[in-house]
């Protein structure tokens, strides 16, 4: 930090950060990095798990040829664990809104670190909640921060209340079901989904989908997949945590 202004607090203890308000996305981003885990040097290129030398990726959809995965490959900020993983349920569970402001903080931060990754975006679109999800809809209040934190407007996100990609009602989730059931719910999730935008806005464009949590892919797939079908050239996908996948 410059001399005479005090060091961040550290994730996760951004409400009492001198910086909570004024934070820039950058700051908050290199200051989340020194305390959440990162995504293994050694991961796979498809969904970011982490992956020995020269082994191949566990996860079945990256063996998928791109066309039936959907997705081109999934990045991911951190790994879904100790705080990131608490903060995340506060947001999505209890509504504490003032995590979406970070998390939107995180995903600018992200992108500004890798323009590799970000070349050739046309829209960065959050994978949508429903329309009235209670206690909050996480993704549009994390899309909307992120928005609002990219201050010159460098990455192609859309302002609040303009989201390209809506769902109109809500669908069965996935939480603590079967594998059967999770695919189910995911096929449902991207079947209630509507693009807002022009239909010229995804004919053979490349899309960013940002979600907050990564596990299997099951739902980004078929997202994905609905995506490609309206007209999407290629389709990625960025998450604040990617959970380690376990078989």
Known sequence: MTTGLPDPAGFPNCPVCAYVVTGTARLCSDCAGRTLQPVADSHCQV????????????????ALPEAERGFSRVDA????????RDKIHRLKYDGAYGWAVIFGRLLVGWMESHPEQMRGVDHVVGNPTAVGRQPIQH????????????????FPLSPPGAHRLI???????SANKSLD???AAAAAHAAALTWAGHTGDI????LLLVDDVFTSGSQLQHVALRLR????????GLVLARVPWSG
């Open 47 to 62: 969904c970011s798990q982490a992956v020995a030398p020269g082994r191949q990726c566990g996860n079945r959809l990256c």
């Open 77 to 84: 900020v951190a790994v879904y664990s100790g705080a990131l």
């Open 139 to 154: 993704i549009e209040a994390i899309m909307d921060a992120a928005y609002t934190e990219d201050v010159t407007h460098a």
């Open 167 to 173: 769902k109109g009602t809500e669908t069965p989730r």
């Open 181 to 183: 059931d999770k695919r």
């Open 203 to 206: 004919k053979g464009r490349t």
């Open 229 to 236: 079908a309206s007209g999407a050239a290629d389709v990625r």
